[in-house]
């Protein structure tokens, strides 16, 4: 048989581990990858997604299996005032203008919170809150834990070739959950995110072959939107909270517009996530925390103990 160039590419990235091969798998690959990856640390998986069917859902919160999405509407205005608040008062610190010179290809920068918050600050609380916990991982079949908690700021301010600006999904795992609280009101001229619902995207998935290659990841607007029933455009005001599946949900954001946007990012995945080391106690930003006395069996789970 000979070999081409190709498969010899994808021979490499098997060598350098089964992560990394999974990660540019089609989707039905992907999902046998995953499976493996979780076989082999079987009693690390089987804890997690045995503690997930104990975990109570709450305050109707749910990540519906067909959609991949829902708006979270569960939580007290106050409550998520002090999230907005505590996001600003982290925004505050925050180079920007460093960051936006340092920008790369991104058509946003990030300030990442993992290594700055404690136990009583409103955004942990809503990373751990048990209810959110519950439906996180009822819907990705474990308890996950958390990749980073982040701020973005989207400039908006030109288009940006191969990037989030195009329809997408974040290959990051099998299933990765983003909690997107907006912290300024967010209306059509803030390239607000645009998600399209799971089960039509998985058959468009599949029926494209999608892969996430350089050549391959970013789908056309119109391939996308012929095979979508609807496009959910989240816009609303300070405090609005959308869930959502980015690895499954075809998904955009940050297109060019009139004024920028600001957004907290909560992300779960599971810690067999294909971008994570084996050893992810290592690797994620919040599982210092995992040590301390303060959190209970399952907060510490979701910081990234093993
Ligand atoms: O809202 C955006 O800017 C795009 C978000 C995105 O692509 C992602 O969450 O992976």
């Known amino acids: ?35 493996l990856l979780r076989a082999l640390q079987w009693q690390r998986y089987k804890t997690r997604r045995d503690l997930a069917q104990t975990l109570p859902l709450a305050n109707g919160i749910v990540i519906p299996e067909d959609t991949g999405y829902a708006r979270l509407r569960a939580f007290e205005p106050g409550f998520l005032h002090s999230v907005v608040e ?7 610190s925050f180079d920007l203008e460093g960051a936006l010179k340092e ?49 973005w700021y989207s400039p908006n301010d030109r288009a940006l070739e ?30 607000p995110l645009l998600v399209i619902r799971a089960d039509e995207s998985d058959a468009l998935a599949e029926r494209v072959q999608y892969r996430k290659t350089p050549g391959t990841k970013r789908l056309d607007d119109a391939v996308v939107e012929a095979a979508a029933s609807e496009v959910v455009r989240f816009t609303g005001n300070a405090g609005d909270v959308l869930i959502a599946d980015t690895d499954r ?7 060019e517009g009139k004024a920028p946007r600001r957004v907290l990012v909560i992300q779960y995945y599971s810690p067999f996530a294909f971008v994570l080391p084996h050893r992810w106690d290592r690797a994620l930003p919040l599982a ?11 907060e510490r789970l979701v910081l990234g103990a093993r």
């Open 249 to 255: 949900c075809f998904h955009l954001g940050s297109r």
């Open 1 to 35: 048989m000979r070999i081409g160039q190709g498969n010899l590419k994808e021979i490499l990235y098997l060598v350098r581990g089964m992560r990394a091969f999974g990660a540019r798998r089609t989707p039905k690959s992907r999902l046998r990858v995953a499976w």
């Open 162 to 191: 191969n990037s989030s600006q195009y329809y997408h999904l974040d290959g990051q795992d099998v299933r990765t959950v983003q909690l997107f609280v907006l912290l300024d009101r967010v209306t059509d001229e803030n390239g």
């Open 103 to 151: 920008r790369g290809g991104r058509p946003f920068v990030a300030q990442g919170l993992g290594g700055k918050l404690q136990r009583n600050d409103p955004i942990l609380k809503l990373a751990l809150h048990p209810s959110v916990v519950a439906a996180v991982s009822r819907y990705i079949g474990m308890v996950p834990v958390i990749e980073n908690i982040t701020i």
């Open 86 to 92: 505590s996001a600003n008062a982290h925004w505050a």
């Open 288 to 298: 210092h925390l995992a040590a301390r006395p303060e959190f209970n069996s399952t």
